[in-house]
């Protein structure tokens, strides 16, 4: 690892070869916060990213900025913990993710609506996946926003939404099962999106998307 | 121009390139139970608008700006940014086949530059919101007419599937349609506010539940709709 370098509330602590975890050493992100991480890994070379616990977005306007940067033959694995958007958060998720041709990703995210009982706060995030100059999945999500809450169009009555971005060398096979669907991209890419009543189930439906969306995992 | 008109007849459902055989994931929601009534039907469209209508709004002012100075290699760009909107392959097929569909029936309609070259840049079918925009700009529209249309078909379409599948009231559905006058207005003018040259911008809502419907939808056996 050539570079490790972070600052309270945000702490990388690496915990293996090519290992690293994200610590929150503070509750948050707050109202005001503005967190910012940088990944960049070097062709050749192998990372991830992992959390010891779930984010808790609290009330306020923060912001959550991720530029990931990966090279040729490269592989990034970024699996956090999920982001539960407490009642009153106003949480902006922006995502870069660059990609020289042949590298390999694996990129996790999910959202919880609200904690246990707790109505959801609100939330933006875009997410841009560039392959090769090439944009290869571009996917904003609005929660918490009259327009969208209850609409059987977008989450229907599902209090979590996930999805896995990988990229690699992977079957072009479309997969299908309750609340999860795994979606081979018009680019080198497949996506496996899924919605569910709680993080467990959200977590047990996007594993099984992703074993079947790459046969290498175990 | 022309424009004003030539948005009515992009937006009528009686244009024929083959608008009615969608729903726009509407079928399937009314199959699995997601779609019961008036009130589903309602939160289903406004959720639609706000994803996919507002996606396909920028994507057709998009297309109708280029569509006046038209280029193969900027509709291949363009039409590349739909496809990184659209992770659903049951979508983007669905999305190709309108598209090849309008460009045909709106080439001998409105005889353009706009059409042929983008007719001749993505010659398996530009998604539909692009071919909307080429069209809007063979006929004279402004890029916020484009939108405009662009967002009245993304909501009218499953309306109409709506009221066939459940026999709704369909005075009662066209008053759901008018309750969405106000954000349809906004859908167009963000899709225009954000115009630029640089499309990496432009607003990718994403619907998870539509992309399930639409897989669903495939292998569903009986369908009355395309999608």
Redesign the interface.
């Known amino acids: 690892m050539e570079t490790l370098r972070s600052d309270p509330p945000l702490t990388l602590r690496q915990t293996g070869p090519g290992v690293v975890h994200l610590v929150s050493t503070a509750a948050g992100p707050l109202g005001g916060d503005h967190f910012e991480l940088t990944i960049d890994v070097a062709p050749h070379t192998t990372l991830a990213v992992h959390s010891v616990a779930s984010t808790l977005a609290l009330p306020g306007l923060s912001r959550l900025t991720v530029t990931a940067r990966v090279g040729a033959r490269a592989a990034l694995r970024y699996s956090p913990e999920p982001i539960v958007l407490a009642a009153g958060c106003d949480l902006r998720v922006a995502v870069r993710l660059t990609l020289a041709p042949g590298a390999t990703v694996f990129w996790r995210e999910e959202l919880v609506f609200g904690r246990y009982g707790e109505a959801s706060g609100r939330c933006h995030s875009r997410f841009d996946a560039i392959v090769d100059d090439v944009p290869l999945l571009r996917q904003e999500l609005l929660v918490g926003d009259p327009a969208v809450d209850d609409s059987p169009a977008v989450y229907g009555s599902a209090r979590c939404v996930g999805s896995t971005l990988l990229t690699g060398d992977l079957p072009r096979e479309r997969h299908l099962a309750d609340g999860c669907a795994v979606l081979p991209l018009a680019g080198p890419g497949t996506l496996v999106s899924a919605l569910a009543a709680d993080t467990v189930e959200l977590r047990r439906r996007l594993e099984w998307g992703e074993r079947l969306a790459d046969k290498s995992l175990p | 121009m022309h424009g004003d008109m030539a948005m009515l007849l992009l937006a009528d459902s009686r244009l024929p390139a083959g608008g009615h055989a969608h729903s726009g994931?509407a079928e399937e929601?009314v199959r699995v139970g997601?779609?019961t009534g008036p009130e589903?039907l309602a939160?289903?469209?406004?959720?639609?608008?706000?994803?996919?209508g507002v996606v396909t709004a920028a994507l057709a002012a998009a297309a109708c700006e280029l569509g006046a100075d038209p280029a193969q290699e900027r509709w291949r760009r363009l039409d590349?940014?739909a496809?990184?909107?659209?992770?659903?392959?049951a979508q983007?097929d669905a999305s190709r086949t309108q598209g090849r569909l309008l460009v045909r029936t709106t080439r001998r309609i409105w005889p353009s530059e706009a059409l042929d070259s983008l007719a001749a840049a993505v010659p398996d079918g530009a998604h539909h919101p692009v071919a909307l925009g080429a069209a809007a700009a063979a006929a004279g529209c402004e890029p916020r007419q484009a939108a405009l249309a662009a967002a009245y078909t993304s909501v009218t379409a499953p309306a109409t599937a709506a009221v066939r599948l459940l026999g709704l009231d369909p005075v009662l559905v066209h008053r759901l349609l008018a309750d969405l006058a106000p954000?349809l207005n906004d859908a167009a003018h963000e899709a225009c506010v954000i115009q630029a040259d640089d499309w990496?911008s432009l607003?990718?809502?994403?619907?998870?539940?539509?992309?399930?419907?639409a897989?669903?939808h495939l292998?569903t056996e009986v369908r009355l709709f395309v999608s």
């Open positions: 994931g929601a997601a779609i589903d939160r289903f469209l406004r959720g639609r608008l706000a994803t996919a590349a940014e496809d990184a909107r659209i992770s659903s392959p983007r954000a990496s607003p990718a809502h994403a619907a998870p539940a539509l992309d399930l419907l897989e669903q292998r």
